[in-house]
């Protein structure tokens, strides 16, 4: 496939973006790092990569995020097309959270920003960002180091990660469903319930889908091929076929949303037990009350009153 140079990425704002970024920085970056010998500490011989991924350009880069340039030039970019700001943006995704996690899986998480951002504010979790591409991983260690957060890198794919069932208590993923066919956000979303515990969290910030379609030319804007399919469909409904309850969409500035699920506790009959317990928030309760969650080891929920 080769790169279309007639996007309005191409024609205005990639030249004016590049004014304000600093290529030379970017470049002496770039050279300083041996990106085959980095990333094969992070690669994995078991990860298939799945031909959605690899078939297309993301942003322009040919091969998308399997060169190292896609991994050098993703965050200068990134932090101007987040309205108002990306710490912003992504720290709705932080604002969002009900559960007092153990351990966090961030899915797609790219060079680790929003990881980063998830280990600040549960520092006693163990937090795990896994990725297809392993030169953002190279990039989110690189991140990781320099602010001396204690982060587990994992090359693999957001279907099919290989953990054990319910070994996460959040599982969290910002900017990749606008980068994935639907079938693979729902395979994804599938793959979040069945690593949750009991009472876990989902929680999935991207593009508002509802602003997207009002605003078709945007999808014009950067060279995203699965964009308009992701436009189309709804975040609310794909968590819902997977099995999640309370589901909950929220605008982040109008540009993005963050949609929130809940992994039910089943009845032994198989329904939807609402009697029993309901999230600890956060800012309200700090405590963890583990007494009758026999079968459930969430710290997720508490008792109702
Ligand atoms: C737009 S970036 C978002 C990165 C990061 N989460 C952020 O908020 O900046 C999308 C990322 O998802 C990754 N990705 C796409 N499909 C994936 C999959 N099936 N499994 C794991 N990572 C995937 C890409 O390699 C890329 O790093």
Same mark, same amino acid.
């Given at each position: /496939? ?114 980063? /951002? ?17 030169? /953002? ?166 008792? /109702?009153?």
């Amino acid at each position: /496939m080769t790169v279309r140079q007639d996007t309005i990425w191409e024609r205005f704002l990639s030249p004016v973006v590049r004014l304000l970024i600093d290529e030379e920085g970017l470049r002496r970056y770039f050279e300083s790092v041996d990106w085959e010998k980095e990333s094969s500490r992070f690669r994995r011989a078991d990860v298939t990569v799945p031909p959605y991924y690899s078939s297309q350009n993301f942003h322009g880069i040919k091969d998308g995020y399997l060169k190292p340039g896609a991994a050098v030039s993703y965050d200068p970019i990134t932090q101007y097309v987040l309205p108002p700001t990306e710490t912003i943006v992504r720290q709705a995704i932080i604002d969002s959270i009900k559960v007092q996690p153990r351990r966090i899986l961030d899915l797609g998480c790219g060079t680790g920003s929003t990881t980063l /951002m998830l280990k600040q504010a549960f520092p006693q979790a163990e937090v795990i960002g896994l990725d297809l591409s392993p030169y /953002m991983l190279v990039r989110a260690s690189h991140k990781a180091e320099k602010t001396g957060l204690d982060i587990n890198w994992r090359h693999g794919d957001a279907q099919k990660t290989g953990f054990p069932d319910a070994s996460f208590d959040l599982v969290t993923a910002s900017l990749l469903f606008h980068e994935t066919p639907t079938t693979v956000a729902v395979a994804i979303l599938q793959e979040c319930f069945r690593l949750l515990v009991t009472g876990g969290q989902v929680l999935i910030l991207d593009g508002n889908q509802n602003t997207l379609r009002q605003l078709d030319w945007l999808n014009n804007v950067f060279e995203e091929p699965y964009i308009r399919e992701y436009a189309a469909g709804s975040v609310d409904a794909w968590m819902g076929e997977a099995g999640f309850q309370a589901v909950q969409t929220q605008d982040v500035w109008w540009i993005n949303q963050v949609t929130s699920g809940v992994k039910p506790i089943l009845s032994e009959d198989g329904t939807v037990r609402t009697d029993v317990r309901r999230y600890t928030s956060v800012q309200r309760d700090d405590t963890v009350d583990n007494e009758d969650l026999q079968g459930f080891p969430s710290p997720a929920f508490d008792t /109702m009153p």
